[in-house]
């Protein structure tokens, strides 16, 4: 199946700093890409969905200006998460389909704030 | 390694029963998911199984055995909508999510 790449996969950092984390799909063109939050035992929570070129469309509840996400290029989608809080430490995690196909997933990023 | 295997790909009848299997080899478990998946569309949660047994939820249920690696998404009173991928994903030691390939339903009138 395609691979998607998801980096860093681990992360801790400081209270009000900013953490960016990829997601790259290495064999294919991403025309939509999603970003998940999961909290331990969970579900996955859908946060927002980008296609390229166009900006994101955030679920209800998730503050678009903390998550900022950015699909510049059909194989790259950023989220940062901008002056994080001990509550922003998550688990995040990325997919990316092409046109009418399933998404496929990162690795997942494990972000801790202390 | 770690791995997750399901069959690719799955054909069934409209009305009738079907069982996804899934099994696993993990470092570590800490939870079962099962998701289903449209084409073009972000998956849609259906279970989380963490302790062995069966969890029913209306017309799908999964079943979760820990000392097999083993679980499956039962499918009952197919409907045409459900046919779709269904993804398993289990959730390591480590709380990394290592996900299967997805089982492709094909639901057939």
């Known amino acids: 199946g395609a691979v998607v790449s998801q980096h860093p996969s681990r992360v801790i950092c400081k209270s009000g700093t900013s953490v960016k984390i990829e997601c790259r799909s290495l064999?294919?063109?991403?025309?939509?890409m999603f970003w998940y939050r999961q909290f331990p035992k969970k579900s996955l929570m859908l946060m927002a969905t980008?296609?390229?070129?166009?900006?994101?469309?955030?679920e209800q509840g998730v503050e678009k200006d903390k998550f900022l996400i950015n699909h510049a290029s059909l194989t790259l989608s950023t989220l940062t998460v901008t002056s994080a809080h001990p509550e922003d430490s998550s688990f995040y995690i990325c997919?990316?389909?092409?046109?009418?196909?399933?998404?496929?997933f990162g690795q997942g990023t494990r972000l801790t704030v202390v | 390694g770690q791995n997750i295997d399901q069959p690719t790909e799955m054909t069934a009848t409209e009305g009738a029963i079907v069982q996804i299997n899934c099994t696993y080899q993990?470092?570590?478990?800490?939870?079962l998911f099962w998701y289903q998946q449209h084409a073009g569309e972000a998956p849609t949660f259906l279970s989380y199984?963490?302790l062995d047994g069966l969890e029913e939820k209306g017309r799908f249920s999964s079943f979760l055995s820990r000392s097999k690696g083993y679980s499956y998404l039962l499918l009952k009173e197919l409907q045409m909508k459900d046919s779709a991928s269904y993804l398993c994903?289990?959730?390591?030691?480590?709380?990394?999510?290592?996900w299967g390939a997805g089982t492709k339903l094909i639901i057939k009138p």
């Open positions: 997919s990316a389909s092409s046109r009418d196909t399933e998404a496929f």
């Open positions: 064999d294919f063109q991403a025309t939509t």
């Open positions: 980008s296609n390229e070129g166009s900006k994101a469309t955030y």
């Open positions: 993990t470092s570590g478990f800490n939870g």
């Open positions: 199984n963490v």
């Open positions: 994903a289990v959730m390591d030691s480590n709380y990394q999510l290592i």
